[in-house]
Nanobody
Framework: QMQSVESGGGLVQAGGSLRLSCAVSGRTFSNYHMGWFRQPPGKEREFVGGIEGSGGTTSYADSVKGRFTVSRDNAKSTVYLQMNNLKPEDTAVYYC??????????????????????WGQGTQVTVSS
């Protein structure tokens, strides 16, 4: 069973930066495409960004392009979300998610929650104005 643990959330002022980490155990990390999602208060979960198992392809929601960067270190079994120029509307619980690469539909739709099998417990990010 794969386990993932997010960390790095917190309170930051608008314009600031945070880096979230998601450490994965229990599986060969490079065999999994990874995604970051968020759920703002009172809203549905939404896609933030994703990265394929090799790290060669990334995908981003329009709302975060140019501000957020997804990366991964397969040797450390960790995926990262670097968030710069944060805005109050970025306030949400952030989740990482994993999709087994073999037989995956990730490349045709990395933003779909249904693509992912394993989900972390989430970490809170609060951006004050």
């Amino acid at each position: 069973q794969m386990q993932s643990v997010e960390s790095g959330g917190g309170l930051v002022q608008a314009g600031g930066s945070l880096r979230l980490s998601c450490a994965v155990s229990g599986r060969t990390f490079s065999n999994y495409h990874m995604g970051w999602f968020r759920q703002p208060p009172g809203k549905e979960r939404e896609f933030v960004g994703g990265i394929e198992g090799s790290g060669g392809t990334t995908s981003y929601a329009d709302s975060v392009k140019g501000r957020f960067t997804v990366s991964r270190d397969n040797a450390k079994s960790t995926v990262y979300l670097q968030m710069n120029n944060l805005k109050p509307e970025d306030t949400a619980v952030y989740y990482c998610a994993a999709d087994f690469a073999y037989g995956s539909n990730w490349h045709s739709g990395p933003s779909r929650p249904s693509v992912y099998t394993y989900w972390g417990q989430g970490t809170q990010v609060t951006v004050s104005s």
